[in-house]
């Protein structure tokens, strides 16, 4: 006897069993309650979350027996045929092996003749974005005026890739990928149902890896349970799938906050050993970095990120010390490693990768040691002055700014400035107090600047800062958001519109994608 996979035998059969679209379902039921059924439909959204589903439950709500209905009764020979694939009224044509202007021609001549058993003949083209343009153009007065006896569900995983001309033909429906919480409730009633026994962390595990798929989640589950039998461990869904235990993540985690490299690079070696690919740790990690952040800006456990009581407590212990910022520059700078990890090398990718977190981390040594060291004064040198403002019209920042600075120079000048006279504002221990100083000022407005920036040098030109960058704070200059809270607090402190540049170790001017658009602006004229 043949087996029946999970995902179709759980398959929705009636709109109540349609899990995580709500908007879809009441739209749909309400339209057949009221006679509003229209001629052609846009089924949009990601893999797996009951597209072709809901398609197959409206072809046989309009086609019932008992009658056009809310919900079909599943128990009429209709409603069977449909549901195994065999009612001549309801046809399905896969657009990816269908997609050209032969078989939307051969489409066009059937939809004139009437049906054959139901009331309504239904097409349903999944993948429509694979349709070619002629095919899209040939569909085009069919979809627009057809006969009355007919209804179009184009079903597509890309929207972006459908002509408007055809969208404009259709109601659009923009399926959502399924929230983690339903997913795992709908996985427990399978398990149930099939008296299965589980550990509570293999839902999880799966639920990660379907990515709001259901039916990637079900298809998981079944993987499971044929390797596991009646019961299902957390070891289990990491040897059958190759996921990385979340363990190993946290332990990277707490090797990169508690300044243990080695340790760090050896948990790497051992699990790479054990037949773990380095994707698969690369995504774990990154998928519990965003937790943390998510953790940490929301001041709790946020209804979004799953993680029982158990993990949650391990995890706010371990970055309870750590800033929301440090947490975002590391998920950024993993973001952007991501190709590095999937090249030639990818073992030493994943080291270097590590070694940059743990090198991002150490700003938080600079910050405590800024906080604890003594400050001296600084010596301010005779130059160019900046006046006060008088406009009332500025900001109540700038003008505080400016009112504070009379008479100072625009330059940060510190003991051992250089002898070109562009003050050097590196090492943490001397930090000018005068009002002059950029530095102080930004230790009052933003302590995240305050610590990255507290250890590079920054002199004043002209209408702008000058910031010089080491290998170790090159992300800086790529980092958007950092560039405009800078040019935003050195603009309020000069009392004037500064600009933000970077230099190198060995001085040249780095350029940023704000110099391409000023460039790209004076080269067009706009």
């Not at 919480?181 to 962390?201: F, G, T, V, W």
């Not at 040897?239 to 760090?264: F, L, S, T």
């Not at 001296?376 to 700014?401: C, F, I, L």
């Not at 507290?454 to 080491?470: F, H, I, N, P, T």
């Amino acid at each position: 006897m043949s087996y029946t996979v999970i995902a179709r035998r759980w398959r929705p059969r009636q709109f109540e069993d349609v899990v995580g679209q709500p908007h879809v379902v009441t739209t749909l039921k309400n339209s057949i309650k009221r006679g509003r059924v229209a001629h052609a439909y846009l089924f949009a959204g990601p893999r797996g979350v009951g597209k072709t589903s809901v398609s197959r439950i409206l072809a046989k709500a309009v086609n019932c027996v008992e009658g056009v209905r809310e919900e079909p009764c599943n128990k009429c020979h209709t409603c069977t045929a449909i549901d195994s694939g065999g009612f001549v009224d309801v046809i399905e044509i896969d657009a990816a092996s269908n997609r050209g202007i032969d078989e939307i021609r051969e489409l066009r001549e059937t939809v004139r003749y009437l049906p054959m058993e139901g009331r309504y003949k239904v097409y349903i083209i999944d993948e429509a974005h694979m349709l070619t343009e002629p095919a899209f153009n040939a569909l085009l007065k069919t979809l627009e005026e057809p006969p009355g006896h007919n209804i179009f569900i184009l079903a597509t995983t890309e929207s972006q890739k459908i002509p408007y001309t055809i969208m404009s033909r259709c109601q659009r429906f923009d399926f959502r990928r399924i929230a983690e919480p339903q997913i795992i409730e709908q996985l427990k009633r399978i398990c149930l149902d099939e008296q299965i026994e589980y550990d509570e962390k293999v839902l999880s595990y799966v639920v990660r890896e379907a990515d709001g798929s259901l039916r990637d989640a079900e298809s998981l589950l079944d993987q499971v349970i044929a390797y596991s039998g009646k019961h299902v461990f957390e070891k289990d869904i990491v040897d059958v799938i190759g996921v990385v235990q979340r363990d190993v993540a946290y332990g990277i985690m707490k090797c990169v906050i508690g300044k243990d490299p080695r340790a760090g690079l050896d948990l790497i070696a051992r699990t790479l050993d054990e037949g773990h690919d380095v994707y698969q740790i690369y995504k774990g990690l990154v998928s519990f970095l965003r937790d943390c952040l998510m953790i940490k800006v929301w001041n709790g456990k946020p209804p979004f990120v799953f993680m029982d009581d158990e993990e949650y407590e391990r995890v706010t212990a371990l970055i309870g010390e750590v800033e929301y910022y440090e947490i975002q520059n590391m998920v950024y700078h993993m973001l952007e490693s991501e190709d590095l990890v999937r090249s030639l090398f990818p073992r030493i990718s994943l080291e270097i990768l590590f070694i940059n977190l743990y090198n991002l981390s150490q700003l938080r040594d600079v910050e405590s040691m800024i906080e604890a060291a003594p400050v001296k004064e600084a010596r301010v040198e005779p130059g160019p002055r900046v006046p006060e403002r008088h406009d009332s019209t500025a900001p109540a920042d700038t003008q505080g700014a400016g009112a504070a600075r009379q008479g100072v120079r625009e330059e940060v000048v510190r003991e051992g400035a250089h002898e070109d006279g562009l003050s050097s504002v590196a090492g943490a221990a001397c930090v000018g107090t005068e009002p002059g100083d950029l530095l102080t000022y930004l230790r009052e407005k933003s302590k995240m600047l305050f610590a990255i920036l507290s250890s590079l040098e920054l002199r004043a030109e002209g209408d702008g800062v000058v910031v010089s960058l080491d290998k170790r704070s090159a992300f800086i200059k790529n980092d958007a958001a950092i560039v405009t809270e800078l040019k935003g607090h050195a603009s309020a402190f000069f009392g004037r519109d500064m600009a933000i540049r970077f230099v190198d170790e060995s001085g040249t001017r780095v350029e940023t994608i704000d110099d391409y658009v000023k460039e790209a602006e004076l080269l067009f004229k706009v």
